[in-house]
Structure formats: C-alpha cells, structure tokens
C-alpha cells in the first residue's frame, strides 16, 4: 500500500493567518496518463469529509479560492492564505492512483487561536 | 440536489450479520462508482471497496477483502455494505462516497452510518 504522511498533526492559526499542511507519499502519485492522483478533504466536526482539492491544485466546485494546493510526484502541500473559523476541523490528504488501494493521511487538525 | 442517503445507525450483538445502505439521487447512477470508508472512533479514514452501478463490477482493498461483502442495486441507486459476522472491532462510522466521474476525488458523501457492535 501507498504510505501518506501528514505534518503536522495538528495547530492552532490565528483568524486572518494563513496555514500549510504537508503530505508526503511513499510512492509516486504520478500515473502513466500524465494525472497526478493526490487529493485534499476537510471533515467539519461531526461531518462527513468534503473534497477541496483534486489531482494536487484544482479546487472542487464551492472551495473558496484561499484554498490552494500545489506539489508533484511524492510531496504534496496544501495552504489556507488567510484561515477563517469556519476552517476548523481535520484535512486529510488521499491518494487515488489505483481504485482498490486509496489510501488516506492520518489528517491534520486546525484549530482557531 | 445529487445526494447519498445511508441508511439508519446500528447496535448489534458480536456474531450477527448486518447490511447498510447508501441511496444515491440527483445524478445517473450506472455512471458512478460509490465507495465505503470506514472511520473508527476518534481515527482517520480507511478505504474499504468501491463498486461501479453500471456493471456492479467491485474492488475491495485487501485489508477488506473476505471481511465484508459489497453489493448494490442498479435499479434504485442503492449501494450496500454487509458483514456476516460482526466483531467488536467492526464498531465505527461508515461512509458511503461517489467517486467523481472526471476528476476521481470523492466528491459527494453520505451522512454515515454509526455501527456499534457491544455485548
């Protein structure tokens, strides 16, 4: 299985600070149709997880554009500009290369200072 | 509205068998695949299966395989998730989520369906 590394684990953000979340995989994400298979999701206290991100940068219909990601092959990064309390709750991080092995991070919890 | 409905939580004894479901609606679902996501109290996420509508043709992740059985009815857009034999261990939440079509991500889920498996 493809190992996603989450860091950190947690943090406390400032409103109006921006916040970055690494992921790094134990393997490429890089398929041979030229896709990059990496994907960001935020789970809402008591929710269900949402998509933000697919194939590394492009934004889900509805995410605010002060979500970004960016990255290649096996690391992956992804930023809030300016962190607003509606952000809280865990990020996963979840690889997609083969259909019948999706792994997921360990998720990053953001918490409001 | 695209939607996945799931069905009501669950309590159940160790050793008896169980099946939830996922509704989809808003959308064609023969175009789709639904997936499980199991997330055990206080954890991340794990990916268990996926299964297409359209041929019902299914995949489980090798931590799953032979420890559930994924099924689902083309007809009214439903998908199952079903243990013949529950474990403590088998106490989380489950999701049901649609992968997208283009994109790949999981882009709508269900609510979730609480399992709890206590003597």
């Known amino acids: 299985d493809i190992v996603m590394t989450q860091t950190p684990l947690s943090l406390s953000v400032t409103p109006g600070q921006p916040a970055s979340i690494s992921c790094k995989s134990s393997?490429?994400?890089?398929?041979?149709?030229?896709?990059?298979?990496l994907y960001w999701y935020l789970q809402k206290p008591g929710q269900s997880p949402q998509l933000l991100i697919y194939?590394?940068?492009s934004r889900f219909s509805g995410v605010p554009d002060r979500f970004s990601g960016s990255g290649s092959g096996t690391d992956f990064t992804l930023k809030i500009s300016r962190v607003e309390a509606e952000d809280v709750g865990v990020y996963f991080c979840m690889q997609g290369i083969n259909i019948r092995t999706y792994t997921f991070g360990q998720g990053t919890k953001l918490e409001i200072k | 509205e695209v939607q996945l409905v799931q069905s009501g939580a669950e309590v159940k004894k160790p050793g008896e068998s169980l099946k939830i479901s996922c509704k989809g609606s808003g959308y064609t679902f023969s175009d789709y695949w639904i997936g499980w996501v199991r997330q055990m109290p206080g954890k991340g996420l794990e990916w268990m299966g996926v299964i297409y509508l359209g041929d019902s043709d299914i995949r489980y992740s090798p931590s799953f395989q032979g420890q559930v059985t994924i099924s689902a009815d083309k007809s009214i857009g439903t998908a199952y998730l079903q243990w013949s034999s529950l474990k403590a261990s088998d106490t989380a939440m489950y999701y049901c989520?649609?992968?997208?079509?283009?994109?790949?991500?999981?882009?709508?889920w269900g609510q979730g369906t609480t399992v709890t498996v206590s003597s």
């Open positions: 194939e590394i940068s």
């Open positions: 393997h490429s994400l890089l398929h041979s149709d030229g896709k990059t298979y």
């Open positions: 989520a649609r992968r997208g079509r283009y994109h790949y991500g999981l882009d709508v």
